[in-house]
């Protein structure tokens, strides 16, 4: 178990994007960021211990990382559990309008992300092809404080805001993110994972080329490789199950008390039609500190289309290439850069960039602009304590 850590402001990491790690200035405070939720019991406990050093761990070669992989254990890319320093590339092939291609692999022949680093037998990564069809899109890394919150709230609700705001005969039409399963998408800005369990499974392999039950085959790679050093599945599955606890059952960090003020501006500029500011979670969720409560996410954990500037070319579970799920407004302090790819320096621009052609996000974009200088103050303080 880590014990508590005082991070100072600084710059966390400055690296290649060739290895999947943009320049990120991150400040965090005194506080932790890795403390669990009250009320685990004995069992509970020492799972989130197992987790969390898993979590934490450096995989090497003999224990399954690679053949190709970007990162070499969870915390690189999500140090403290928040957002970042590391980042991922993804690939999109389109055509002249930027609208996905339907032969994707005839373009991406070894998938939609950059996987710069390999160990052996294999003998280079997966890299851009030097093709004008293929859109490049950074993606920071998420933050996984407070996510079993989002496990937790339930279908229900979910759907009642979505038809909500479909009432309201507005911009704003949120779209359940159903998987083709039928399941409700929660993870990933684009909602095309399920549960905390696959997420960390997926991340498993897919940011490290560790396999396991859930996603068995290794990725593609240029030297056509489908196993690495350790022969088989890489991970047993209460490894990955202790690693999804983990993040599920690590607590949302404290939050300041609420400037009424600042609450009042958020509401006036319409951010919480999507930014919903709690939901009611799940009586039967295993864990007993979020079952049956309101889950103060800050999110609807909709769908919404956010306009031509925000698309990726990418699309994903039941999102398209300009929909992307509403942000959790969860630990914010603990961001220096905000939107998917951090393109936004501050909480400003980032409100700023909902506006456009298309963004269902326009009115309240254009809503916050109209605010006074201090009202705008306000607002971001209060979105800032989050």
Same mark, same amino acid.
């Given at each position: 178990?880590?014990?508590?850590?005082?991070?100072?402001?600084?710059?966390?990491?400055?690296?290649?994007?060739?290895?999947?790690?943009?320049?990120?200035?991150?400040?965090?405070? #005194? #506080?932790?960021?890795?403390?669990?939720? /009250?009320?685990?019991?004995?069992?509970?406990?020492?799972?989130?211990?197992?987790?969390?050093?898993?979590?934490?761990?450096?995989f090497?070669?003999?224990e399954?990382?690679?053949?190709?992989?970007?990162?070499?254990? *969870?915390?690189? *890319?999500?140090?403290d #559990?928040?957002?970042? /320093?590391?980042?991922?590339?993804?690939?999109?092939?389109?055509?002249? $309008?930027?609208?996905?291609?339907?032969d994707?692999?005839?373009?991406?022949?070894?998938?939609?992300?950059?996987?710069?680093?390999?160990?052996?037998?294999?003998? !280079?990564?997966?890299?851009?092809?030097?093709?004008?069809?293929?859109?490049?899109?950074?993606? &920071?890394?998420?933050?996984?404080?407070?996510?079993?919150?989002?496990? %937790?709230?339930?279908?229900?609700?979910?759907?009642?805001?979505?038809?909500?705001?479909?009432?309201?005969?507005? +911009?704003?039409?949120?779209? &359940?993110?159903?998987?083709?399963d039928?399941?409700?998408? !929660?993870?990933? &800005?684009?909602?095309?994972?399920?549960?905390?369990?696959?997420?960390?499974?997926?991340?498993?392999?897919g940011?490290?080329?560790?396999?396991?039950?859930?996603? +068995?085959?290794?990725?593609? $790679?240029?030297?056509?490789?489908?196993?690495?050093?350790?022969?088989?599945v890489?991970?047993?599955?209460?490894?990955v199950d202790?690693?999804?606890?983990?993040?599920?059952?690590?607590?949302?960090?404290?939050r300041?008390?609420?400037?009424?003020?600042?609450?009042?501006a958020?509401e006036?500029?319409?951010c919480?039609? *999507?930014?919903? /500011?709690?939901?009611?979670?799940?009586?039967?969720? =295993? @864990?007993?500190?979020?079952?049956g409560?309101?889950?103060?996410?800050?999110?609807?954990?909709? @769908?919404?289309?956010?306009?031509?500037?925000l698309?990726?070319?990418?699309?994903?579970?039941?999102?398209?290439?300009?929909?992307?799920?509403? %942000? =959790?407004l969860?630990?914010?302090?603990?961001?220096?850069?905000?939107?998917?790819?951090g393109?936004?320096?501050?909480?400003?621009?980032?409100?700023?960039?909902?506006?456009?052609?298309?963004?269902?996000? #326009?009115?309240? +974009?254009?809503?916050?602009?109209?605010?006074?200088?201090?009202?705008?103050?306000?607002? @971001? %303080?209060?979105?800032?304590? @989050?």
């Amino acid at each position: 178990m880590r014990t508590a850590r005082r991070i100072v402001v600084g710059i966390l990491a400055v690296c290649s994007l060739a290895t999947g790690c943009g320049p990120e200035l991150r400040v965090v405070g #005194d #506080d932790r960021t890795d403390l669990p939720v /009250p009320m685990l019991t004995e069992a509970q406990r020492a799972q989130f211990d197992r987790g969390d050093e898993l979590f934490e761990r450096p995989f090497r070669a003999s224990e399954g990382l690679g053949p190709v992989y970007i990162r070499a254990s *969870c915390a690189s *890319c999500h140090a403290d #559990d928040g957002r970042g /320093p590391g980042s991922v590339e993804r690939l999109a092939a389109v055509d002249a $309008n930027g609208d996905p291609l339907m032969d994707q692999g005839a373009v991406l022949p070894f998938g939609s992300v950059v996987r710069s680093e390999y160990v052996a037998p294999a003998t !280079r990564g997966v890299s851009a092809p030097d093709d004008p069809r293929v859109l490049r899109s950074l993606r &920071v890394g998420p933050a996984v404080f407070g996510r079993g919150w989002i496990e %937790a709230v339930l279908e229900s609700e979910v759907e009642r805001v979505a038809s909500e705001q479909r009432a309201a005969g507005g +911009a704003v039409r949120g779209r &359940v993110p159903r998987l083709m399963d039928g399941r409700l998408g !929660r993870f990933g &800005v684009k909602a095309r994972v399920a549960t905390l369990r696959e997420f960390a499974a997926d991340a498993f392999r897919g940011d490290m080329g560790l396999t396991s039950s859930l996603f +068995a085959v290794e990725v593609a $790679n240029p030297d056509g490789l489908t196993d690495d050093a350790r022969a088989g599945v890489d991970l047993a599955d209460e490894q990955v199950d202790a690693v999804g606890f983990y993040v599920a059952a690590i607590a949302m960090p404290s939050r300041a008390a609420v400037d009424p003020a600042g609450r009042a501006a958020f509401e006036r500029a319409q951010c919480s039609q *999507c930014h919903v /500011p709690s939901m009611a979670t799940r009586a039967d969720y =295993p @864990l007993a500190a979020i079952a049956g409560q309101r889950a103060e996410l800050y999110s609807d954990l909709l @769908l919404h289309d956010m306009g031509k500037a925000l698309s990726d070319g990418i699309a994903e579970g039941a999102a398209g290439p300009r929909d992307w799920r509403t %942000a =959790p407004l969860i630990g914010m302090r603990f961001s220096r850069t905000f939107l998917h790819d951090g393109r936004a320096s501050t909480l400003d621009a980032a409100i700023r960039a909902h506006a456009g052609e298309g963004s269902e996000a #326009d009115g309240s +974009a254009r809503a916050y602009e109209a605010l006074g200088a201090q009202e705008r103050a306000r607002l @971001l %303080a209060f979105v800032q304590a @989050l």
